[in-house]
Nanobody, 120 residues
């Protein structure tokens, strides 16, 4: 019914930048909070950043000042601008969204993930 599709991952040198995108599609009435999470090999998935429907943001301490989260509500798309990347930012990055669908309970949707690799 609803899908989240991430894009923009890849290999980058330390100090470089990447921009991730997350596009939502399907029978969407409204999208509430959206967020980016990441999971490094052998580690638990962790929150990177979230953004509410009115634009309020929250960031993990490890990315504050380096990452920016934004969204385009008309396009049902969220972005993560990652600057000054560090090798420890290497992980699979997942987008998440709380999606309202008509005549159904809200859906907690996840994307399939996009790999970000930062070389030293």
């Amino acid at each position: 019914q609803v899908q989240l599709m991430e894009s923009g991952g890849g290999l980058v040198q330390a100090g470089g930048s990447l921009r991730l995108s997350c596009a939502a599609s399907g029978r969407i009435f409204k999208i509430r909070t959206m967020g980016w999470y990441r999971q490094a090999p052998g580690k638990q998935r962790e929150l990177v950043a979230t953004i509410t429907s009115d634009g309020s943001t929250n960031f993990a301490d490890s990315v504050k000042g380096r990452f920016t989260i934004s969204r385009d509500n008309d396009k049902n798309t969220m972005y993560l601008q990652m600057n000054s990347l560090k090798p420890e930012d290497t992980a699979d990055y997942y987008c998440n969204a709380r999606i309202l669908v008509l005549l159904q309970n809200p859906i907690d949707a996840w994307g399939q993930g996009t790999l970000v690799t930062v070389s030293s």
